[in-house]
T-cell receptor
Framework: DTEVTQTPKHLVMGMTNKKSLKCEQH?????MYWYKQKAKKPPELMFV???????INESVPSRFSPECPNSSLLNLHLHALQPEDSALYLC?????????????FGPGTRLTVL | SQKIEQNSEALNIQEGKTATLTCNYT??????LQWYRQDPGRGPVFLLL?????KEKRKERLKVTFDTTLKQSLFHITASQPADSATYLC????????????FGTGTRLKVLA
């Protein structure tokens, strides 16, 4: 299984809502990532988990809260978002270690904040 | 400041020709450089990886070069086909404890039949 799955595919939420994005992989990868992608822009790294520990937080506002319950799962908890947070949120995984391995991306969650 | 720029936002070429995409970077010392393809509404898909001590890598119709002196990578698609139309992203992989992937601005390639 070389797939990264993300749920939901689409999400519409108000600025006062709390929601979560989910990501799952069963490739035994030890590094997992969250990216934000706006239209016609490249993916921007938000968070990196390595061996289930948060290793990189790219100065992301606290209204985004990542969680890695185990080596296969990655969540992104959303609270009090702003309309400018509307974007495609991509999850990725890689083997980890020291080889700069390829990243496997999920299909993304299209988030709209009203 | 650190920048990763891809030569043009959009590139149109005729079917059968070779497409050449450029990735230039400043103020990075990447250990690896990768190229991805992204179709609209989908996640990027890995194509090729090249290490800092490698000059060239090939895979079928794809070729990547990496010049750390010029701080540039070239990505070639030979015998291009309309199915190659997509956005192509370069990604620098820097190492500082944890591997960090930084994506270039992307080039939208359109292969005309």
């Amino acid at each position: 299984d070389t797939e990264v799955t993300q749920t939901p595919k689409h999400l519409v939420m108000g600025m006062t809502n709390k929601k979560s994005l989910k990501c799952e992989q069963h490739m035994g990868h030890r590094a997992m990532y969250w990216y934000k992608q706006k239209a016609k822009k490249p993916p921007e790294l938000m968070f990196v988990y390595s061996y289930e520990k948060l290793s990189i937080n790219e100065s992301v506002p606290s209204r985004f809260s990542p969680e890695c319950p185990n080596s296969s799962l990655l969540n992104l908890h959303l609270h009090a978002l702003q309309p400018e947070d509307s974007a495609l949120y991509l999850c990725a995984s890689s083997q980890g270690g020291d080889r700069g391995n390829e990243q496997f991306f999920g299909p993304g969650t299209r988030l709209t904040v009203l | 400041s650190q920048k990763i720029e891809q030569n043009s936002e959009a590139l149109n070429i005729q079917e059968g020709k070779t497409a050449t995409l450029t990735c230039n970077y400043t103020n990075y010392s990447p250990a690896y450089l990768q190229w991805y393809r992204q179709d609209p509404g989908r996640g990027p898909v890995f194509l090729l990886l090249i290490r800092e001590n490698e000059k060239e890598k090939r895979k079928e119709r794809l070729k990547v070069t990496f010049d750390t002196t010029l701080k540039q990578s070239l990505f070639h698609i030979t015998a291009s086909q309309p199915a190659d139309s997509a956005t192509y992203l370069c990604a620098l992989v820097s190492v500082s404890g944890t591997y960090k992937y930084i994506f270039g601005t992307g080039t939208r390639l359109k292969v005309l039949a």
